[in-house]
Antibody, heavy 125, light 110 residues
């Protein structure tokens, strides 16, 4: 079945970096994009950015520009999200989600239709 | 900060119809598709509606979406206890060049 499986929970100190993985299975990884979304405790959803698994093109949320890097490893069908210079307000559950299918040279968007289980990142001194 | 505004809560009794609004602007809802997600307690969000009013396979037809101008709505008819969840709208924002989510609405089944 189509699924995204994320890496385990992380505890980091302020100023450190975290890298979360998202392994895809059950579909052709390079035919889709991956979005990353986070949710602080008791708060709503926040879009962090998107990466094409086809060519690595990225689009990051303005708020996180300079601190976030999204990459993919097509040999293992895995997407990664690295967040640097962590602060306490980066404490959240981080989700990856499949979004956008490439047809020819164009992407078509039908929503984030498959989600990972979430990875809790806690930033605390 | 969310640029799409939703009511914080909505409620109804089993079998009733509940409607959730999502208010945006010309740079997001006014010019792009709207998506709706359901998040049950302690779980990842689930896609309910895409491209304003389309339901993915497996989503009951009790859920319907609509859009008019810079606002959108999600309607849940025949409300059931398992519909108790948080609901979020989302859309691309041309000014921000990024996706934005609504503030979220908690639906309670009385």
């Amino acid at each position: 079945q189509v699924q995204l499986v994320q890496s385990g929970a992380e505890v980091k100190k302020p100023g450190a970096s975290v890298k979360v993985s998202c392994k895809a299975s059950g579909y052709t990884f390079t035919s889709y994009g991956i979005s990353w979304v986070r949710q602080a405790p008791g708060q709503g959803l926040e879009w962090m950015g998107w990466i094409s698994a086809y060519n690595g093109n990225t689009n990051y949320a303005q708020k996180l520009q300079g601190r976030v890097t999204m990459t993919t490893d097509t040999s293992t069908s895995t997407a990664y999200m690295e967040l640097r210079s962590l602060r306490s307000d980066d404490t959240a559950v981080y989700y990856c989600a499949r979004e956008g299918v490439i047809v020819g040279a164009l992407y078509y968007y039908y929503g984030m239709d498959v989600w990972g289980q979430g990875t809790t990142v806690t930033v605390s001194s | 900060q969310s640029v799409l505004t939703q009511p914080p809560s909505a409620s109804g009794t089993p079998g009733q119809r509940v409607t959730i609004s999502c208010s945006g602007s010309s740079s997001n809802i006014g010019s792009n598709y709207v998506y709706w997600y359901q998040q049950l307690p302690g779980t990842a969000p689930k896609l309910l509606i895409y491209r304003n009013n389309q339901r993915p396979s497996g989503v009951p037809d009790r859920f319907s979406g609509s859009k008019s101008g810079t606002s959108a709505s999600l309607a849940i008819s025949g409300l059931r206890s398992e519909d108790e969840a948080d609901y979020y709208c989302a859309a691309w924002d041309d000014s921000l060049s990024g996706k934005v989510f609504g503030t979220g609405t908690k639906v309670t089944v009385l």
